[in-house]
Structures are given as C-alpha cells and as structure tokens.
C-alpha cells in the first residue's frame, strides 16, 4: 500500500471541479427543512466523497479517469438503466484493478528503493558517531543510559516503554504519548528487537537503529515505507520469565500491533 495524502476538502474541490448533469442551480434552490431531506441528502454527500476519493487515489497512481462519465454512470445506475450489462462491468472493473495493481506495485518498488538508499546512507554515517555500536546484523545501538538489572533471554516476556521515528524524525508510535509501557514476549517482535532489547539490562534506555531487513523490509505498515531504516529509543522497564505472570499480558495501542513479526 502506497502512503496517500490526507483527503482534504481543498482535494475534495479540485477532484470534483467538474460540470455535473444536473444544474448547479437548481440544487442551491433545495431547501433542506425536514430531517429526510437533510439524511437523503446525506446520503448522496457520503457517497460523492467516496466516489471522489476513489477517483483521486486512482490519479494518484497515474490513471486517467473521465469523471463526467462517472457522474453519468451513477445517474444510469441510479436510473436501473446502466449501458453494460453487469458481467461487462465487472469485466472492466477487473481490468482497471490489474492497471493500478501494476501501477501500485511500481510506486511502491520505486519508493522502497529510495528509502532503502535513504537508509543506508543514514545508516553509514551514524555508525561513524561516537558511541554507536554496529552488530554483524547491521542493528545499530547506542547507550543512553544503562540500568542494573538482568539481560533477557530471547523466551523472555519484557514491558518496555518506546518511541519509533523514521530517519527524517517522523514519530510513528509512542509509548510515552499514551502514558503506557507495553508487554510482550520477546520472541513475537521485529528481529531488530529481539537482537537489541536482550543488550540492555532492565532500567537501560538504549537508541537503536535497525536496518530494513530486521524490520519490515520491503512492506509497507501504517505510516512507515517500504524499506525503512526504524529508529528506536527504547526503555527496558522491566524482564520476567516466560509464564511469570501471564495473567493480564497484553499489546496496546498502534506499537506492538506494528512491532509483532518480522519484516520477511
């Protein structure tokens, strides 16, 4: 999935800027008094919005799109008098899925390629400062501040409290915005967290780069692109033995639904 942009209603505008079939002014002259005017009406607003975000998603990706013949084939839908038969409009529908499939596809390799460039530049310079540590892996880490408890072991269940940006600083998850550590068993997370987090003796606050392929490589989740470099300050509140109280372990908030599993 590509990042779109936030659907504005400046978008809105320009996407349908567009003559309908149907005079301008005539629908200024409707008066909306009773509450079916007003819910008719909604319903025709919800669906305008919808078909204009299909189509701005479909620009987006390069695909012309002629809007008065949506408008019209609305209008014959709505009519139960459409051109084409419904096999035939299925079979169009399918061919334009597999145009911006292929188109999709190409936007999002061209832009897991610019953010695994992006990355490893980042990557080869901050390794160069001073207190950064690189493993074989390539997992990047730095000491904030280290505390005294034990190291987990990889079977371990840990609570942590974090926050994750992208290399341009771009916050994608905060523990601390929520005011709530998470818990998780170490081995169900990016391989990047289950080689970092068992470096840090529980009450460490360690800073740890993670290249693409111990992350998500080159999938795209949530707000994060493909081929992203994760940048992780990572708090290791507490360690306990798998089972020790189990009751009540939990995954909360965006984080941990987005650190589960690995990015292959």
């Known amino acids: 999935m590509i990042i779109m942009k936030k659907f504005t209603k400046t978008t809105l505008a320009v996407v349908t800027g567009f003559t309908l079939c149907m005079s301008a002014n005539a629908m200024a002259q409707t008066e909306l008094t009773s509450e079916v005017q007003k819910e008719s009406y909604s319903i025709g607003a919800s669906l305008g919005k919808y078909i204009s975000g299909q189509i701005y998603n479909q620009t987006e990706l390069g695909a012309e799109v002629n809007v008065d013949l949506v408008i019209e084939g609305v209008v014959d839908a709505l009519k139960d008098n ?42 080869a310079e901050n390794k160069k400062k001073e207190g950064v540590k690189e493993t074989a892996s390539g997992l990047q880490y730095e000491v904030i501040s280290e505390g005294e408890g034990r190291k987990p072991d990889p079977q371990d269940v840990v609570t942590v409290h974090y926050k994750g940006s992208l290399i341009d600083g771009t916050e994608f998850d905060s523990t601390y915005e929520r005011n709530e550590p998470n818990r998780f068993a170490l081995m169900s997370v990016i391989e990047g967290w289950q080689e970092g987090i068992p470096l840090m003796n529980e009450g460490s606050t360690y800073k740890l780069s993670i290249p693409a392929a111990l992350a998500y490589g080159d999938k795209q989740v949530g707000i994060i692109p493909p081929g992203s470099v994760l940048v992780f300050e990572v708090e290791l509140v507490k360690v306990e033995a798998p089972g020790q109280n189990s009751h009540g372990m939990g995954l909360s908030g965006m984080g941990m639904g987005g650190m589960m599993g690995g990015g292959h």
């Open 82 to 123: 459409p051109r084409f038969s419904d096999e035939e409009i299925l079979t169009y529908l399918n061919q334009r899925a597999e145009q911006l499939n292929t188109a999709r596809e190409a936007a999002e390799a061209k832009l897991a390629l610019e953010s695994l460039t992006a990355g490893n530049e980042y990557l």
